[in-house]
């Protein structure tokens, strides 16, 4: 299997657009993280999935934030409208299970919001 | 709460020194405790885990062991490469509402090893 895959690898926008992360899972796994990575705040869990079902939205950061998992295989981070301090890391993962399962991560994508 | 508390980085190291990142945690109940390490410009992969008091787990020369008694999953390793030089980040799983789990992380630790 490939691994965790996200697009874009990179994304450089401007103040007040939309900005779509994208994150396809193992497949076979069940579950799947968003996580944002910052200097300040370290590795924050955003938001799980399971079988496309969100479980805990309770790390999102506020409205601006959105997520969405339409089908196994395929899963999406909105921020609408972005700001600066949105810049981060953004990591998706996924799992087999919970608890002492290993979760997988994918390579991340660095938002940079000027 | 749960939490997990690691010690500041980074830690610098000259090859074939002995490592050791402490890793301390609060927790209700009997969590799984984890090691993931982070290499630049990647995402975390898992290092080794316990499940259970008193568990060793170990992976790549690197061990660590699940002290229930002091709260404690330290992570060593005996001879350390200029590739181990990563992030290594403390984990654990609490449950949470719903029959489900919930991982966090500690700050992370930054390594770096000079031949």
């Known amino acids: 299997d490939a691994g965790v895959i996200q697009s874009p690898r990179h994304e450089v926008t401007e103040m007040g657009q939309e900005v779509t992360l994208r994150c396809k899972p193992i497949?076979?796994?069940?579950?799947l993280f968003w996580y944002r990575q910052t200097m300040m705040r370290g590795l924050e869990l955003l938001i799980y999935?399971?079988?496309?079902?969100?479980?805990?939205d309770s790390g999102m950061p506020e409205d601006r934030f959105s997520a969405k998992m339409p089908n196994a295989s395929f899963s999406t981070l909105k921020i609408q409208p972005s700001e600066p301090r949105d810049s981060a890391v953004y990591f998706c993962?996924?799992?087999?299970?919970?608890?002492?399962?290993?979760?997988?991560f994918g390579p991340g994508t660095r938002l940079t919001v000027t | 709460g749960n939490s997990v508390t690691q010690m500041e980085g980074p830690v610098t190291l000259s090859e074939e020194a002995f490592l050791t990142i402490n890793c301390t945690y609060t927790?209700?109940?009997?969590?799984?405790l984890f090691w993931y390490v982070q290499y630049p410009g990647e995402g975390l992969q898992l290092l080794l885990k316990?499940?259970?008091?008193?568990d060793k787990g170990s992976n790549k020369g690197f061990e660590a062991t699940y002290r229930k008694e002091t709260t404690s999953f330290h992570l060593e390793k005996g001879s350390v490469q200029v590739s181990d030089s990563a992030v290594y980040f403390c984990?654990?799983?609490?449950?949470?509402?719903?029959?489900?789990?919930?991982?966090?992380f500690g700050a992370g630790t930054r390594l770096a090893v000079h031949p």
């Open positions: 993962a996924s799992s087999l299970g919970q608890g002492e399962y290993e979760q997988y």
């Open positions: 927790a209700t109940g009997y969590p799984s």
């Open positions: 316990a499940t259970k008091a008193d």
């Open positions: 497949s076979g796994h069940d579950y």
């Open positions: 999935f399971n079988n496309n079902v969100p479980i805990d």
């Open positions: 984990a654990l799983t609490y449950p949470f509402s719903g029959g489900y789990n919930k991982l966090i």
